[in-house]
């Protein structure tokens, strides 16, 4: 719900500060929305899955899940032809399939999709318990998940992450990297309609920025325990 809020908070920037640029119209907004509400149902397991136990298991492949909880949605539905395209749009939010072999030939579909992208991403980092999430939870999810080893070029395994502790302190590097590589050049700043939206001030960004200097100064004082703030249950 989070990243459909942030989806239609940059659709709206756009609108308001789009300047003689083509609107997005109906159809499309509404499947971009339609996108942000399935884009990570792809870690909801089967009545019938009796392998695995949690949905975090489904980490590497939830992407192309999600887009076929959404195919089985739609189907029947007035909207069943445009499931080619939701199927696609919906692996900008995601790494399963690089973002050139997705790409649209109209211009304002590869706007949406970078909007997609980018609020799936902001929503996350500016959270303001993002930090706490990644600490209590996402450890887990990727150890689930199967990713805290991988493969390295001499075909050994070879560990990416420890422990928690050691996932936090990468945290910062990942959220600059994540800003100016996925953010800034893939999805091109199309953060920036936020700003339009508030009236202002990116709140989104601004938030992320609280964050990534919060922690890069525990990290620096080794005083990652002052994270204090009490992670939601029930959120796994």
């Given at each position: 719900m989070d990243v459909t809020l942030a989806t239609m908070r940059l659709i709206d920037g756009y609108e308001k500060s789009r300047d003689g640029a083509s609107s997005l119209g109906q159809r499309r907004v509404t499947l971009t929305v339609l996108s942000a509400l399935f884009h990570d149902s792809g870690y909801i397991r089967h009545r019938q899955d009796k392998v695995h136990k949690n949905g975090a298991e489904y980490t590497k492949t939830h992407?192309?899940?999600?887009?076929?909880?959404?195919?089985?949605?739609?189907?029947?539905?007035?909207?069943?032809?445009?499931?080619p395209f939701v199927t696609r749009l919906i692996h900008y939010t995601g790494y399963e399939i690089p973002l050139d072999k997705i790409e649209f030939d109209d211009p304002d579909d590869n706007r949406v999709g970078w909007m997609l992208g980018t609020a799936d991403l902001i929503a996350q980092m500016s959270d303001r318990m993002y930090l706490e999430?990644?600490?209590?939870?996402?450890?887990?999810?990727?150890?689930?998940?199967?990713?805290?080893?991988?493969?390295?070029?001499?075909?050994?395994?070879?560990?990416?992450?420890?422990?928690s502790d050691e996932l936090l302190a990468a945290t910062p590097d990942f959220i600059r990297n994540t800003v100016e590589n996925r953010l800034k050049k893939s999805f091109h700043k199309v953060y920036s309609y936020a700003a339009a939206h508030f009236n202002g001030p990116n709140l989104y960004m601004e938030a992320l920025e609280k964050n990534c200097n919060f922690l890069e100064n525990l990290v620096a004082k080794d005083q990652l325990h002052l994270l204090r703030r009490n992670s939601p249950r029930g959120t796994v």
């Open positions: 992407v192309t899940r999600s887009t076929q909880y959404l195919k089985q949605y739609l189907l029947g539905t007035r909207l069943e032809e445009n499931i999430k990644c600490r209590d939870y996402l450890f887990l999810e990727f150890e689930l998940g199967g990713v805290l080893t991988r493969t390295n070029p001499d075909g050994e395994q070879e560990v990416v992450y420890s422990s």
